[in-house]
């Protein structure tokens, strides 16, 4: 079985550091992408950015260009989300989610349950 | 920037039949993925590709597209498929996005 597993909820002040993680089991990790999406309170999902496991190359949304980071440690199937000083604004639930497709169809077929991050001084 | 259009919310009478509707420019090249999300549950793929139904989800839903315009379906919607839909896809540059979510109502 498929399963995406996020680190646990994380309460933080503005200017502190965080990497949040994305563990992956059932299947081949180092064959698939994961993606990062933002979801803010009350608000819809935001894509922000994707890294392929095999090679480590990560591309990003443009909102979240040089806000964020996105690794991944293949040898421990975990994906990465990590932000070098926080903002009250970085306040959301995160989900990481495993992509597949080719062509002209991808999808998110699998996502993990979330890590809320509150930033609050 | 691309973009993806979805009305904010629908309502639909038990039973009857809903059509979700997601447009924007790179429809015309990309097929849209359908993901459901429920009140403070993770988002799960209802539709993607050409039609494909993901697993476990009822033939019930379906998935259409026109010119720049994806669609997503409902025939004979039940209670609990009430819920915010989204639709995803790509642009020419690997960059995917999300339309702004559809709240279905079921009356």
């Known amino acids: 079985e498929v399963q995406l597993v996020q680190s646990g909820a994380e309460v933080k002040k503005p200017g502190e550091s965080l990497k949040i993680s994305c563990k992956g089991s059932?299947?081949?990790?180092?064959?698939?992408?994961i993606t990062w999406v933002r979801q803010m309170p009350g608000k819809g999902l935001e894509w922000m950015g994707i890294?392929?496991?095999?090679?480590?190359?990560?591309r990003y949304g443009p909102s979240f260009q040089g806000q964020v980071t996105i690794s991944v440690d293949g040898s421990i199937n975990t994906a990465y989300l990590h932000w070098s000083s926080l903002k009250a604004s970085d306040t959301a639930t995160y989900y990481c989610?495993?992509?597949?497709?080719?062509?002209?169809?991808?999808?998110?077929?699998?996502w993990g349950q979330g890590t809320l991050v509150t930033v609050s001084s | 920037s691309s973009e993806l259009t979805q009305g904010p919310a629908v309502s639909v009478a038990l039973g009857q039949t809903v059509r979700i509707t997601c447009q924007g420019d790179?429809?015309?090249?990309?097929?849209a993925s359908w993901y459901q999300q429920r009140p403070g549950q993770a988002p799960i793929v209802v539709i993607s590709?050409?039609?494909i139904r993901a697993s476990g989800i009822p033939d019930r839903f379906s998935g259409s597209r026109s010119g720049i315009t994806a669609s997503l379906t409902i025939t004979g919607a039940q209670a609990e498929d009430e819920a915010d839909y989204y639709c995803?896809?790509?642009?020419?540059?690997?960059?995917?996005?999300f339309g702004g979510g559809t709240k279905l109502t079921v009356l």
């Open positions: 989610a495993r992509m597949q497709g080719g062509s002209l169809s991808w999808t998110f077929d699998h």
């Open positions: 059932g299947y081949k990790f180092s064959d698939f992408w």
């Open positions: 890294i392929y496991v095999g090679d480590a190359h990560a």
């Open positions: 790179t429809l015309g090249t990309y097929y």
């Open positions: 590709g050409q039609n």
């Open positions: 995803s896809s790509r642009d020419d540059f690997g960059i995917h996005l």
